[in-house]
């Protein structure tokens, strides 16, 4: 179906609710939560009853989102907020978003409207407003608030800016696009400010990160047959330091914009025996179906994994056994 239709039947249904319940995926990102946030705060400018949930508390460094003050993380929400639509961001999956459970156990049967960008998505929803060509679910939600002529406020541009500078890692990665730019452009010219949103993405990190980094940095190793560079984060880094997890998180995206390489792997040890792997490229090459070997997915230029195992250093790299 044309995507058009698709964007004006989830108008339709939006407008015909009661009560709107908008889903960011586990371990949230920027862009999960400004998609999500842009259409709360819509729903709520037309009188909707609007809350929000994810299944993790939300990292601290996102709370100047307009809207994150309504979200949930516990899920009673999905019984006693009495959601008619149930929209979810970012997510190729209910499993990956940490919501299939909970929607299953709604008694009412919800209107699930699926908003994405992964190529990677089961198209789970009543509606899917999927765009795999865009470069983020932000700038999904852009053109789908756009298609219904609603008025872009300051506090929903806010939201979207922060999804379309999170996934084209700031306007610097293969995700970014003219379009992604014109979308970004028109949102300063409604009010957000790109200096404030990337100071709240970006210059967010304690001292105690960046010496962990360093650490992680030194771990490099890079094989020149296979053009991959490898690096390791074990928990004890974690603990010792006391840095948070959300604080290494953009290890990936910065090897990938600085490293000359074909394609960086980030390892990292997870609690209960897995390991998660972080793959980049900034090649001609497309990762997700490396990580689909591995058992997991993505995009192409940006995917991932998470295996049984434990990390194991090679004279050329690092791996998971
Ligand atoms: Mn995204």
Not at 81 to 99: H, K, N, T, Y
Not at 192 to 212: F, G, Q
Not at 230 to 236: E, L, V
Not at 282 to 292: L, P, Q, R, T
Request: proline fraction near 3%.
């Amino acid at each position: 179906m044309n995507i058009k239709f698709v964007y004006q039947e989830a108008h339709e249904i939006l407008r015909q609710a009661r009560s709107i319940l908008v889903v960011s995926h586990r371990k949230p990102d920027g862009d999960t939560l400004g998609a999500a946030c842009a259409v709360l705060n819509y729903a709520r400018s037309i009188g909707k009853d609007a809350v929000g949930f994810c299944v993790d508390v939300l990292p601290e460094q996102y709370r100047y989102i307009p809207g994150t003050e309504r979200y949930a993380n516990d899920p009673s929400v999905f019984l006693t907020a009495r959601p008619d639509v149930i929209a979810v961001f970012d997510a190729s999956d209910l499993a990956f978003a940490g919501v299939l459970d909970f929607i299953a156990a709604v008694p009412h049967q919800p209107t699930i409207i699926n908003f994405d960008h992964h190529a990677t998505n089961v198209r789970f929803g009543d509606i899917n407003a999927l765009n795999v060509t865009a470069s983020s679910t932000a700038e999904v939600v852009y053109d789908f608030l756009n298609a219904g002529g609603v008025e872009i406020t300051r506090e929903i541009a806010t939201c979207l800016l922060t999804g379309i500078l999170t996934d084209t890692g700031s306007f610097s990665n293969p995700a970014t696009t003219a379009s992604s730019l014109e979308a970004a452009s028109d949102l300063l010219r409604r009010g957000a400010s790109i200096h404030e949103v990337a100071r709240r993405l970006m210059r967010n990190k304690p001292l105690k990160a960046l010496h962990l980094w360093g650490a992680v940095l030194a771990r490099l190793k890079y094989d020149e047959r296979l053009g991959v560079a490898t690096t390791a984060i074990f928990r004890k880094d974690l603990e010792e330091s006391g840095v948070e997890d959300e604080h290494v998180e953009g290890l990936s995206n910065f090897l990938n914009s600085f490293l000359n390489a074909k394609v960086v792997l980030v390892l990292k040890e997870l609690p209960g025996g897995l390991v998660k792997g972080s793959f980049r490229t900034a090649d001609e090459i497309d990762v997700s179906a490396i990580a689909k070997l591995m058992g997991g997915g993505g995009h192409k230029k940006a995917a991932g994994f998470t295996a049984q195992g434990r990390i194991v250093e090679g004279e050329k790299g690092w791996r998971v056994e």
